[in-house]
């Protein structure tokens, strides 16, 4: 008898327990349907009813009606929401509550993981980098995450990115390399997925796996092209793009990412229409609202390379687009408020009309006060500024200026940052070009191109050359002729393999080599590298205005040195058609110019020429002050 009334006991224990695991089986689903519901208004860019509605089911968690993973599920979507309507400082304090509430979860890991890997994102979206590595150095001590987890591969891209926007892009590429195998499972075709299905992270669709994929490749290519590897990168973006709308969609936002790498690469080598080209194509391409920011930086970035490339008829339709959607939210936090103004300033700076551009350089600083100090537009309008001021001749503004992008780099880029170093580098040349402190200068260049930079970079990339033939400048100045004649030669075995033995680079580096050994008195030598400057100037089928026009004026001295003044005349007409060519402001290079010829003429005892020229000299730096 008592066996069976023990069995009946256990038997209605058993129904009891099941009756409560189906009901909560129910409310986990119901819980994860409102949830779904709440994701599906932040994606359509309902925010405010997204944070009411995230708000009020979080509070469930104090009755007891919702798990603690639920909860800072939905305090991460209310900061999201806070985050997309430029409400910088209450998404910071909302993610801070997620955050404390997935530090609660001892069973649950992984929120903890994804709450530090959100507020990570967000400081480094919004430009602390610096306070991004902290929070990442948090998620590498949260125990109980399975290192082969899809938790994991997302804190190792998201710290890869960081080291790539820090401008560390050989540990970022480390990282990146350190993914392979990964990302090749990510990527396989369907047939290996088929095959090898057991191997699956069965938490990732095949989607997410090909993203994922894409992501990390497009990282890859901007690391490339930042540490001089042009071709490398060109390469690997050609094949992203290929890849991504193949196995992807021409609308998806890593698509759009490789295109927008490519844009970016093509700016730099100033193919300016190209890349307007390139930006356009990314604007519109997702209609996703939580990608509004990414759209309207593409549309700046197609209205600043249309500027560049003087397209008049275009960037007058970009600003006045951004002007539309900017008067449409008038009274209001607006992203488009913001980027019209940049625009405007941008155009009336590279236009000329400077007391217009620092006019609305000034209306841009009231109106991004409502940003936190680290934010992105706060340091463009901080370069911008200097490169105003620089124009108008301004120095000490401008100084002031540089020290001032430098602390930026070093409070939230980071003091050991490489971008931090080449702010310090712009205040080494600005001694070089425009101060006395030519000692403080040389320390600046040992301490942070020698000790650290130099590091960061292949020895034959373009802002390698550039920071060699800045170094061999000063090291002439303080007469130091040998040590630069030795980083001169450097210059052109880096001009050479980077662009060959008929380019612009090459020929104006073999030039000021050829200048230098004449200085140090190495006539033959430096007779022999002018030659081949001259040869490479006139085999070469590219010309880059700038740097042929460097290597003219030099060739030129050279040739005024040897008593050819009518050969050094010829080449000084050819810079006056160059800079008349040139599209864009190049400072002061008629003065430069106009300098020389007054010196050929003094030279040759035609002083009422000499005089003329001084007089065009004083007319030019009279413009641009």
Same mark, same amino acid.
């Given at each position: ?77 209310? $900061? ?10 209450? $998404? ?67 710290? $890869? ?30 047939? %290996? ?6 191997? +699956? ?53 890593? %698509? ?124 463009? %309008?901080? +370069? ?59 320390? !600046? ?62 020929? $104006? ?21 002018? +030659?081949?400057?001259?040869?490479? !100037? ?10 042929? !026009? ?26 006056? +058609? ?13 003065? %430069? ?33």
């Amino acid at each position: 008898m008592s066996r069976f009334l023990l069995g009946a006991f256990l038997c209605l224990l058993s129904l009891v327990s099941k009756g409560e695991d189906n009901e909560s089986r129910l409310n986990q689903a119901k819980n994860d349907k409102k949830l779904a519901f709440l994701k599906y208004k932040f994606d359509q860019g309902e925010y405010e009813e997204c944070i009411d509605g995230a708000n009020k089911f979080a509070k469930n968690y104090d009755k007891g009606k919702i798990s603690i993973s639920d909860a800072t599920a939905a305090k991460l979507l209310e $900061a999201k929401s806070y985050f997309s309507m430029l409400s910088f400082e209450k $998404a910071s304090q909302i993610f801070n509550v997620a955050l404390s509430l997935a530090e609660k979860s001892k069973s649950q890991p992984t929120d903890e993981h994804k709450c530090l890997l959100y507020l990570a994102q967000y400081l480094n979206e919004t430009g602390n980098y610096a306070e991004s590595e902290k929070i990442l150095r948090k998620v590498e001590k949260v125990s109980g995450i399975d290192k082969a987890s899809i938790e994991e591969m997302n804190f190792s891209s998201s710290l $890869a990115e960081l080291y790539k926007n820090q401008g560390s892009c050989f540990e970022a590429l480390d990282i990146i390399e350190g993914q392979e195998p990964y990302r090749l499972k990510m990527a396989s075709s369907q047939l %290996v997925e088929e095959k090898d299905k057991a191997a +699956q992270d069965k938490e990732v669709d095949f989607q997410t796996r090909k993203e994922t994929y894409l992501h990390l490749l497009n990282l890859k290519a901007t690391c490339l092209f930042q540490i001089g590897k042009t071709d490398e990168a060109e390469m690997l973006i050609k094949n992203n793009l290929l890849w991504g709308n193949k196995n992807l969609s021409s609308s998806n936002r890593y %698509v759009i990412e490789a295109l927008r790498g490519e844009a970016e690469l093509l700016s730099k080598k100033k193919s300016f229409a190209r890349s307007a080209s390139a930006y356009g194509q990314c604007y519109g391409r997702s209609d996703a609202a939580e990608y509004e920011s990414s759209k309207v930086e593409d549309l700046v970035n197609q209205t600043i390379e249309s500027i560049k490339d003087a397209q008049i008829i275009q960037y007058k339709n970009y600003l006045r687009r951004l002007q539309m959607y900017a008067f449409r939210s008038v009274g209001t936090k607006d992203r488009y408020e913001i980027a019209y103004n940049y625009c405007e300033a941008f155009r009336s700076f590279y236009e000329g009309d400077l007391q217009a551009a620092e006019h609305r350089l000034n209306s841009l600083v009231s109106i991004i006060k409502f940003l936190p100090p680290y934010h992105p537009y706060h340091y463009k %309008v901080l +370069q911008l500024k200097a490169d105003l001021k620089l124009r108008q001749g301004d120095l000490k503004s401008y100084k002031d200026l540089l020290y001032l992008i430098a602390e930026f780099n070093s409070k939230f880029k980071g003091a050991k940052s490489p971008d931090f170093f080449k702010a310090n580098l712009d205040l080494a040349l600005y001694e070089l070009n425009y101060g006395s402190d030519l000692n403080m200068a040389e320390k !600046m260049f040992v301490v942070n191109y020698s000790n650290h930079l130099k590091k960061e970079i292949i020895k034959e990339s373009d802002l390698n050359i550039f920071y060699l033939k800045a170094f061999a400048r000063l090291l002439e100045k303080r007469d130091k002729l040998d040590s630069a004649i030795a980083i001169m030669k450097d210059v052109v075995d880096g001009s050479v393999l980077q662009h060959g033995e008929k380019s612009p680079e090459y020929a $104006a580096g073999i030039a000021k080599l050829g200048e230098l050994q004449i200085l140090s008195g190495k006539y033959e030598d430096g007779f022999s590298s002018m +030659q081949k400057a001259e040869l490479a !100037m006139e085999s070469g089928k590219e010309n880059r205005n700038e740097l042929s !026009m460097e290597a003219y004026l030099i060739i030129s001295r050279l040739y005024a040195f040897k008593g050819e003044f009518d050969k050094s005349k010829n080449l000084l007409n050819k810079v006056a +058609q160059l800079n008349l060519d040139k599209t864009g402001f190049d400072p002061l290079a008629d003065a %430069v110019k106009n300098e020389q010829v007054a010196s050929l003429y003094l030279m040759t005892g035609n002083y009422y020429k000499g005089e003329k020229e001084v007089k065009k000299i004083t007319r030019d730096k009279g413009k641009d002050s």
